[in-house]
């Protein structure tokens, strides 16, 4: 506890840590005050029977931050950007200049690589927007609207979405921790009172040992994902001598730190975005004149709606998007080809392909072990739904995840920053 409160006093002392820390809440806060402010024109009532019936949009709503459940200027959430990154990330499998860009060309490749997925985003927002109007239409959350008000609205809420990617681009650069993800975070903990308090309305004294088994369950994920997300597996280094002149140089010994889950909650994120596009698009068709379409759209939804066929996808999802967003962010040449710049080696391991291929075995097999424990605790919330039949439960399992991994996230970078001033 003291060192924790030595850490708050350093962090509040210094100008630069302080501004960095009041920017944050800043930013969080013209967030949350964007969140508030509603499109015109909702049937109050029949938004909270679509919400309370439609367990994708809740989904959605998480993303949004609660700015989707009151249908506020920021409905769209930072979905587009992810959406967008996405589709970024899975292009440089099939584009080597995009792979070059965002892994070899240091900061100015990833500055780019970045541009083109904000230039992404307006076109995803386009299409995410219309689609959510068109469904909100004809559930009669909205009014019919002609052109005119559709548009308006259509271009309101895709400036939010925009704007929002902007304050997320803001909080990483000139505030503590990745923006996009401290947006959501701050969304989720900003429905934790609406959630309790519903939780507490429909509380029932039979109910009791479900609520008690989900607390303790709660604690133990929640020491479950600090322990993976800080694990390591250390690959020992060696610096070879160099003589220089009459003295020794080199020789020392460390090791290379490999997290076990190196991509952290952006694979849960991957997958839920993953996730709702179809069931969006499913949603927006379900009603189309096209009678091949609207089965297609209704089966769809009706899979989506099975929650062992959905947490098996969602398990898929996970585990594929741990590897992937591993491989796509740690190379294994690169290491091998800077441990052989700076002479240095692996014990018991040749420099060059054969250090490459002893770095990539080991990160395919850690990542094993971390994709497994990410999927399970991702499904873990839809297995508490099918047993307990309680909504607040299986929604509050995956936010849960995030908040954690955020919050880890968050301090790391913060007694990072701390670290550097002190030396």
Excluded: C
Excluded at 75 to 87: N, Q
Excluded at 303 to 330: E, R, S
């Amino acid at each position: 506890m003291s060192g924790f409160i030595q850490k708050l006093t350093l962090l509040l002392q210094d100008p630069q840590l302080r501004n960095r820390l009041f920017f944050v809440v800043g930013a969080l806060f013209v967030f949350r005050l964007l969140a508030t402010i509603p499109i015109p024109g909702i049937d109050a009532a029949q938004l909270q029977l679509f919400f309370s019936n439609n367990q994708f949009f809740g989904l959605l709503n998480l993303f949004s931050g609660g700015g989707l459940s009151n249908l506020s200027l920021v409905m769209l959430g930072v979905g587009p950007y992810i959406t967008a990154s996405i589709v970024m990330q899975l292009l440089t499998l099939m584009i080597p200049r995009l792979k070059q860009l965002y892994q070899e060309e240091g900061e100015v490749g990833r500055a780019k690589f970045n541009m083109y997925s904000r230039l992404l985003t307006l076109p995803i927002a386009v299409v995410q927007g219309i689609s959510f109007l068109v469904i909100l239409e004809r559930s009669g959350v909205l009014p019919s609207l002609g052109l005119f008000p559709f548009v308006a609205n259509l271009v309101t809420i895709v400036a939010g979405s925009m704007l929002l990617m902007w304050i997320g681009e803001l909080i990483s650069e000139y505030g503590l921790g990745n923006g996009v993800s401290l947006l959501i975070f701050a969304g989720i903990v900003a429905q934790l009172p609406s959630v309790v308090s519903q939780t507490l309305f429909s509380f029932e004294s039979s109910q009791v040992p479900i609520y008690l088994a989900f607390i303790a369950a709660t604690l133990v994920v929640i020491a479950a994902v600090v322990f993976v997300t800080e694990a390591e597996r250390p690959v020992p280094v060696t610096y070879a001598k160099r003589v220089r002149g009459m003295k020794f140089f080199g020789g020392a010994s460390t090791y290379l730190p490999l997290r076990l889950n190196q991509a952290g909650v952006i694979p849960i994120i991957f997958a839920l975005s993953f996730l709702l596009i179809p069931q969006m698009f499913a949603s927006f068709f379900q009603t189309s004149s096209i009678a091949a379409l609207a089965s297609t759209s209704t089966w769809i939804l009706g899979v989506m709606q099975n929650l062992p066929l959905y947490g098996a996808l969602y398990f898929i999802l996970v585990f594929f998007f741990t590897y992937f967003y591993t491989m796509v962010t740690f190379d294994p040449h690169m290491i091998a080809e800077n441990l052989q710049k700076n002479g240095a080696f692996v014990p018991g391991v040749r420099p060059g392909p054969s250090t490459e291929a002893h770095l990539g075995n080991v990160i395919t097999r850690i990542t094993f072990v971390g994709a497994f424990f990410l999927g399970t605790i991702a499904v873990l919330p839809i297995a508490v739904q099918s047993l307990t039949h309680i909504q607040s439960l299986a929604l509050g399992g995956t936010a849960l995840l995030i908040v954690v991994s955020v919050i880890l996230d968050l301090v790391r970078r913060i007694d990072a920053q701390i670290s550097i001033r002190e030396y």
